[in-house]
């Protein structure tokens, strides 16, 4: 891949994930991570919580006077069900803590960090050559730092690629419009054959 694309590739992977958002990328890989590597701890959490629940239903409904012996049991089942779970919870908070650290300090490595390895490397290389016409005195600025003169360097060409998509980012949000998603997420809300306005009451008739 030339250098021109390869810039061009780190800044969009960069501005995107910027864009998305490093906890919601944080969330799909934890989930990915503990359905491949973890998925006992993960079946072991649902059923306690489900277990749990159905246990305190059931403790709920039994009486404490009249049928003692079945609600110390159910209290008994319910509190080591509840003991379970904290433990189980406080090992993945702590797994998670570590998965955490390691994703974003991998995530900022593979964006940022390779950006500056790139711009370091290439500090001296030029992306591309201008015609000698263009801009004329300003075109050494293009070569700053340390790029041949009448070419545009590695860090003028990461600064206008990032220019340029958050230009179409901002385009494409503008495009889309809150009205657009409003709109929709209103429409998805009613249910087929109401309008908006009928919300199911009847005024009582005087």
Known sequence: MSLILTIFALVFV???VSWVGKSVLLHFAWTAHQNIFNRSAAKRQR???SEVLSKKAE??????QDQFAKWAKLRRSVDKGLQDLEKLNSELSSSKASFSLKFNTTLWLLTTGLQFVVGWWYRRSAVFYLPQAWLGPLTWWLAFPFAPAGSVSCGVWQMACRRVIKVGERVGKEMIGPSDIGQSTTEATIPEGKSASDDGSKVPKS
């Open 14 to 16: 960069t501005e995107f």
């Open 47 to 49: 059923e306690l919580k």
């Open 59 to 64: 403790l709920l409904q039994t009486s404490a």
